[in-house]
């Protein structure tokens, strides 16, 4: 059958450079293979030239079918099934990229498109690693390309084509009409929580992360495949730490995300996602370390071979774990798998087991010293720090992967049995992770503060104590100045645990101040050879701020039940962390006036931005947060919400949208109609009457954010209604020394607000407001977040040393060849 | 034996004890006639939101205070109350697990996981929805197959 107005010729041309990649990827593995176990010096260069076009190929195949998807959701060709999913008409320009990396299938390009720049790098660079290094890093290729293949072997499907039209994948009537194109008219828009400009640059960086922890993995493995044990370590260590500043700022702007964005209440939240990315990154770092030392002393090339395989292992199985869809019920990211689990699973293991049983082959060949390391010496602690590392990343991955166990047992026993019931992470497990991982920082904090103070081999006491002495002092004193006024008193989780926050808090504090001065004490100032001492300073920043930041986050909207101030006795209710703000009503919050005062809609999309007006209690500051919410949106019924917060150089007042009235109701335009009543007086509302049966006056209104002198009048009206319900409401009049304001009070079954106006001896003047309509209102959050930038601050600063050290050793490289 | 390998074998041995007393901690995935034969203890309830019972929810008197009815695929149900604001997209839930501990009359609930046919990635149920029907128009049943020839 003919279709009318479809555009097939990108999606062909798509095919074919898919196609092309593939091919050209498994050539390439080929030749370079081929390059790097012939013997005969001709012959080395023949498949060398040919495995390099092969390369060249697939970087261009790969740019092109980039390039021909981006031309599909560029001009919303719907009939291509990936631009109607993931793009629409009405989505602006900046986010037509990012829809690109919403599905697997972009984001699997993403990550190959990176492998093909690095590897185009490494064919000008790498030289006499060219061979062994690029057969990895080709394969590697071969297996991402697949992931985008479509093509069925066998009967099975491997893989999930971009390019696959919309009417084949649909089942749909429509689908037998030949003009069926006409009737779909808008895609289904990207996700709105990734309508976000973090979600413009989080995934390429991550992505380059990802790609880039290939690199040493590469270069370990040529390592060994050739017997060249050590010569690796040399070209390798750049583009670990290059590595490092790319995954590491990648994870970061994937917390700032979270932060800015989503509505977890926070950057980080043990979330098997952020596990997955994290856990690579830690073990990186500890192969950084180790490869360190290997190069000062010649201790622990074994440990840094293991170091740098494990590192993009764990990449692989992060990849697997998020998207498989194995997490399911334990990840707030739902990833719905695309049946490609067993695809991913072989990814896996095609790289698990050959590089492993490389490693455990050639083990006892990897060159050691004998010779034990003095405890004095810089490589004994160093290798300290990267085992703790390493088994942080370990405890975190293996407390991940409780879901994975759960499938492999229920292999074995069977699903809902007996025999095994599914395990879940207990009741806090953010906590569960923390409890851990604080003792790791603390023990991080006080190893990167003083291990620089030592030499590589054997260190004098007296030096040591003489150069160590200063910083000590002063971090103590720091320290000691936090801890007394810092009010660091997060006390939920026991005293226990508060202890080892301040423990912490100093061991960071040491951290800072011992690698801040080490660039005068130790190196003397000079900037170029002081990489490591400023990543490592940074690194104590983002642990200070972590500390700081998570353990002094404060709930502003919380212990309010209801909008109205509750004066009587405690109520059972728990303490709420949701406050709700009737539309032009000021409502207490914490040390602010909060009053919604006004909404907006996007223009083209029902996105309604909702202006909130926060005065601070002492009149200092006025400020309005506009936090935004996608209403009804695409077959997403209900809200999606955009926090906005207000940042201070030391905290964050952020707040977001929690529950919304339905907009389809009707908008309240009624006023209030005053009356001037006595006490015991009846008054009659369309639904029934209501009798003033007191008013009360009060001081010391046990909220904060009054004065003692503030008086609170308390109308106390009983309500009956023809439906013989009765109710109490409750209508309040504050009196503060500068200002007079009522607090109304809705009977929300009766729609009835009151309001109590004046009081003026016995004669007291109500508003009675009826509306049909439901109030407009909002229920929202709002924390305060202090000393965030701490986080932000240290992981830049933390990147700018990694990057200084790169750039050193790259010139050192270098400088060393040119000697040679 | 060297130094190092002492401490790097009191490391493990700690990483080995954490984990334990990990594993130790961990809670199960229970249906509701499970959860109810263990009260106030701390479970993950997996089930789906009772469309047919109210979900009572009024932001204006009490923004923490939801309750609902939960039903498992077993068919087992119970009502679930939660102190907190109702989450985006519940009533379109297509699963729920319902983090928190068996009380009396009802199952007290401390955090919520929904499942959604598209929060994250789109699922084809969902997306399916969003396709014009052809039913809608009206076209000649007969010339429609002998067009899928």
Known sequence: MEYYGENLLPGRLGHFFIVLSLVAAAFATFSYYKGTVTQNDADKLYWRKLARICFIADLVSIFAIFGILFFIIYNHLFEYKYAWQHSSLSLEFKYLLSCFWEGQEGSFL?????????????IFKAKEWESPVMTVI?????????????????????GSNPFVLLRNEMDAPIFSRPDYLSFVTDGNDLNPLLQNYWMQIHPPVLFLGFASV????????????????????????????????ALGTGVMMGAMWAYESLTFGGYWAWDPVENASLVPWLILIAGIHTLLIFKHTGHSLRATCLFMILSFLFILYSTFLTRSGILGDASVHAFTDLGMNAQLLLFLLIFVVPSLLLF??????????????????????????????FLSGISIIVMTSVPVFNKIASLFAGENTTLFTPLAIGEDSEFSYNRIQIFVAILIGILTAFTQYLKYKQTGKHFFFRKMFIPLVASLVIGGFILAFGNISYDQKGIGFLGAIWLGVVSSVFAIVANLSYIWLGLKGSLKISGGSIAHMGFGLMLLGILISSSKKEMLSKNTSGIFINFGEESSEKSGENLTLVKGVKTDMDKFWVTYQSDSAHPAKPLWYYNILFERKDGKETFTLQPNAFVNYKGNEGLMANPDAKHYFDRDVFTYITSLPDPERNKDTAQFENQVI???????????????????????????????????????????????STYISEPLLITTNSSQFPLPDTITAESLVLQLNKIDGNKVEIGVKESNSILEYVTLKAYKFPFINLLWGGTIIMVIG???????????NKTRILEI | MKKLHIVILVLIAISIAVLISFMGSLTTYDTVETAKNKPGKFVHLVAKLDTKQPIEYDAINNPNYMSFTAIDSVGGSVKVVYHNAKPENFEHSTRLVLKGAMQKEFFECREILMKCPSKYKDDQEAAQKNIPVAASISYPTKQTTALKK
């Open chain 1, 678 to 724: 006595e006490i015991g007086d009846t008054v009659f509302y369309s639904n029934g009457f209501f009798v003033l049966e007191d008013v009360t006056s009060k001081n010391n209104i046990p909220t904060p954010g009054f004065a003692p002198e503030d008086i609170a009048s308390i109308a106390r009206v009983k309500v009956f209604s023809k439906t013989n």
């Open chain 1, 802 to 812: 990694l990057i200084m050290s790169m750039v050193r050793r790259n010139k050192l």
């Open chain 1, 360 to 389: 455990a082959l050639r083990y006892k060949n990897i060159p050691h010293v004998i010779k034990e390391e003095q405890t004095s010496s810089r490589e004994f602690w160093m290798f300290i720090g990267a085992l703790v590392f």
């Open chain 1, 110 to 122: 993403l990550w190959s498109a990176w492998h093909a720049i690095l590897g185009t790098v490494l």
């Open chain 1, 138 to 158: 080709s394969f590697a290729q071969f297996c991402l390309a697949t992931m985008v293949a479509g093509i069925y072997v066998f009967g099975s499907k491997i």
């Open chain 1, 214 to 245: 290939l690199i040493p993995f590469a270069y370990a493995i040529a390592g060994l495949w050739t017997r060249k044990y050590a010569d690796w370590t040399r070209p390798a260590l750049p583009w670990a730490l290059f590595s490092a500043a």
